[in-house]
């Protein structure tokens, strides 16, 4: 396996389950701007911090890396529509939207009931992405049922424990004394 070829270590990494975020900020003049992202994640409890990592060739760069802070969305089951929207290159993502300036000046999406607004911290180039580490500095909290993100699709839990029962039961079938012509199951 060439580790060193993006799309080999990309689909490598697809196998690590995530979840998903939508990440909004104000850019310049307060114009609204988001992503969806899996990079995101817990970094230090005391003092709080999160990271994510942007990618360098994002339509807004500049300005995700001038932002002060950035507000965390966690996108929950039955939101796959949100994360469409906001993996769109360029373009009003915002369009249609229900959402407000928060407290901090930077958009809060009405749908999302976990959301952690967050001042810039640190930065860190790294390759093709640079590494926003964030402080907490508000939370609200609510209930929900994160989306979870494997092999480059969104997927429920319940969606993931199908799939994995689903291919348990094939790999304990009685090996067939002829080989089928096709896979039973295409490899998760
Ligand atoms: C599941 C998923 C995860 C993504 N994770 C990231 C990420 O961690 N960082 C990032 O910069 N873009 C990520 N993207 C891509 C952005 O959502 C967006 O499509 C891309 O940056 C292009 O948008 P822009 O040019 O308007 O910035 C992800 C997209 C998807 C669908």
Redesign the pocket.
């Known amino acids: 396996m060439d580790h060193k070829d993006p799309q080999t270590l990309r689909r490598l990494l697809s196998r690590w389950t995530t979840g ?1 975020a939508v990440i909004t900020t104000a850019g310049r003049d307060g114009v609204p701007l988001g ?5 995101f994640h817990s970094v230090s409890l005391d003092p709080p911090l999160v990271g ?4 360098v060739r ?3 760069y500049d300005e995700w890396v001038e932002a002060p802070g950035y507000v965390v969305h966690v996108v929950s089951e039955g939101q796959s529509d949100l ?1 469409k929207r ?5 373009g009003d993502k915002f369009d249609g939207l229900n959402w407000e300036p928060g407290p901090f000046g930077m958009p809060l999406i009405s749908e999302a009931s976990v959301r952690l607004e967050c001042q810039m911290w640190k930065q860190v180039e790294a390759g093709d ?1 640079t590494y926003l580490i964030a402080e907490v500095i508000e939370v609200e909290d609510g209930p929900v049922s994160a989306l979870l ?1 494997h092999a480059g699709q969104p997927r429920t839990l319940g969606e993931l424990v199908e799939l994995h029962t689903a291919s348990q039961a094939v790999t304990t079938l009685p090996r067939p004394s002829v080989a089928p012509t096709t896979p039973l199951l295409k490899a998760l």
């Open positions: 998903v992503k969806a992202v899996n990079s994510w990592c942007v990618d994002s339509t807004r994360v906001f993996a769109r290159s360029g992405h993100f």
